[in-house]
C-alpha cells in the first residue's frame, strides 16, 4: 500500500492566503502595515536564494520588507548596531538574521539582541523559554510548519507516541516542545541515541531533523506511521547535476507509512508560511491587538 502525500505546497499556500486576507483586514480597519526587516551578511548562494524567497512572500501577503545585505566583512558591533536601529523602528514588526553568519559574528550574542517581541524566528532565548514554559511565544517557524503539518492527518495529537529525530534549537528542540504542548508522549533522539531503528519504530508520529541524506530506512517506520521529513540535503543526481532529498527514504516510506512529506514541496513551503503568520501575529502584539483569527 502507498501512503498519503502531505502536501505542503497546498497547505501553506492556504495559510499564506489566509495571512493575507487577515494583513488586509488590519490595513484596511486599522492602517496598520506589518513590516519584516531581513538581514542578510555575506554572499553564501543558498540564502540569497532563501532571502529572495520570503522578501516575495511578505509582499505577496500584504506586508512590507525592508532587506538589509551587509558585506561578508560586517562586525559583530556593526550587526548589533543595525539591530537596535530595527528594534527601534516602528515600522518593522519583525526582524530576521538570516543565519548562517560569518564566522566573526557570535550568533547567539547577535539572537540576544533581537528584541524578543520582533523575534519571528523565535530563537530568542526568552521566547524558547517561554514555549519550554507553555506561555504564548513567538515560536520557530520550521517547527510551526512540522505540527500543522502533522495536525493536516490527525485531527489531535494528543496520546500519540512522537519520535523527533534532532535536538538543534531551531528544529528538534522546538518541535519536541509543541509536540508536548499537543499532549502527544514525545521521545528526543540524536546522534547518541542507542538502537535508533528500534526507537524510530515505536513511533506513531516520527519527525526527522538530521540533514543525513535518507538516513531512515522503510523498516523504522511503524506501519501507518506519519512522517514529517524536515531534512534538506543535496546529492549527485543524474547527469553531473545534484538533486535535494530529505532525511527520510522517500520511497521506502511511501511502503510503509500512513502519511509522508515529500522534499522537496513539504516542510520547506511551511516555513515560509509560518514566518508570515509570526510577522502578522508580533505586529498585533506590538500594538496591543487581540491575535488574529487565521
Ligand atoms: P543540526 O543543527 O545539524 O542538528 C542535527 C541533529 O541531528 C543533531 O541533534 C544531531 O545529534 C542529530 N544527528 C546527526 N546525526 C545523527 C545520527 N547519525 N543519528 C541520530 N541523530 C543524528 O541540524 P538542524 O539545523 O536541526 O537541521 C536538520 C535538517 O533540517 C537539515 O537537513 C536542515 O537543512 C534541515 N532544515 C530544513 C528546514 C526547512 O525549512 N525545511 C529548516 C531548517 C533546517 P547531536 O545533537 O547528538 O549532534
Redesign the pocket.
Known amino acids: 500500500m502507498s501512503a498519503r502525500i502531505i502536501d505542503g505546497k497546498t497547505i501553506a499556500a492556504d495559510l499564506r492566503g489566509k495571512t493575507a486576507d487577515s494583513v488586509h483586514r488590519l490595513r484596511r480597519d486599522r492602517g496598520i502595515v506589518p513590516g519584516i526587516a531581513v538581514v542578510l551578511v555575506g554572499d553564501n548562494p543558498a540564502s540569497e536564494v532563501y532571502v529572495r524567497t520570503k522578501s516575495k512572500a511578505v509582499a505577496e501577503a500584504g506586508m512590507r520588507a525592508f532587506d538589509h545585505k551587509l558585506p561578508a566583512s560586517t562586525g559583530e558591533s556593526e550587526l548589533i548596531a543595525l539591530i537596535s536601529h530595527l528594534n527601534a523602528d516602528e515600522e518593522v514588526n519583525g526582524i530576521l538574521v538570516q543565519l548562517p553568519l560569518p564566522k566573526q559574528i557570535d550568533a547567539q550574542k547577535i539572537i540576544a539582541a533581537i528584541d524578543p517581541s520582533k523575534d519571528v524566528d523565535g530563537f530568542h532565548p526568552l521566547n524558547a523559554g517561554r514555549l519550554a514554559s507553555g506561555l504564548p511565544a513567538l515560536v520557530p517557524?520550521?517547527p510551526m510548519?512540522c505540527v500543522l503539518l502533522a495536525k493536516s492527518v490527525h485531527e489531535s495529537l494528543a496520546g500519540l507516541a512522537a519520535v523527533v529525530?534532532?535536538?538543534?534549537?531551531?528544529?528538534?528542540k522546538p518541535v519536541a516542545q509543541l509536540l508536548l504542548a499537543e499532549n502527544a508522549t514525545v521521545t528526543v533522539?540524536?546522534?547518541?541515541?542507542n538502537d535508533?531503528p528500534a526507537v524510530c519504530r515505536s513511533a506513531d508520529l516520527l519527525v526527522?531533523?538530521?540533514?543525513?541524506a535518507e538516513?531512515v530506512r522503510g523498516d523504522w517506520i511503524k506501519p501507518g506511521a506519519t512522517v514529517i521529513d524536515?531534512?534538506?540535503?543535496r546529492v549527485p543526481g543524474e547527469g553531473g547535476k545534484s538533486r535535494i532529498v530529505?532525511?527520510v527514504a522517500y520511497a521506502e516510506a511511501m511502503q510503509s507509512a500512513g502519511a509522508v512529506t515529500p522534499?522537496p514541496g513539504?516542510?520547506?513551503p511551511?516555513?515560509?508560511a509560518c514566518l508570515l503568520l509570526n510577522t502578522l501575529r508580533a505586529a498585533c502584539a506590538q500594538k496591543g491587538l487581540p491575535a488574529p483569527k487565521v
Open positions: 517557524c520550521t510548519g529525530i534532532g535536538r538543534s534549537n531551531i528544529v528538534g533522539a540524536h546522534s547518541k541515541t535508533l526527522a531533523a538530521i540533514g543525513r538516513m524536515v531534512g534538506i540535503n530529505g532525511d522534499v513539504g516542510v520547506g511551511m516555513t515560509i
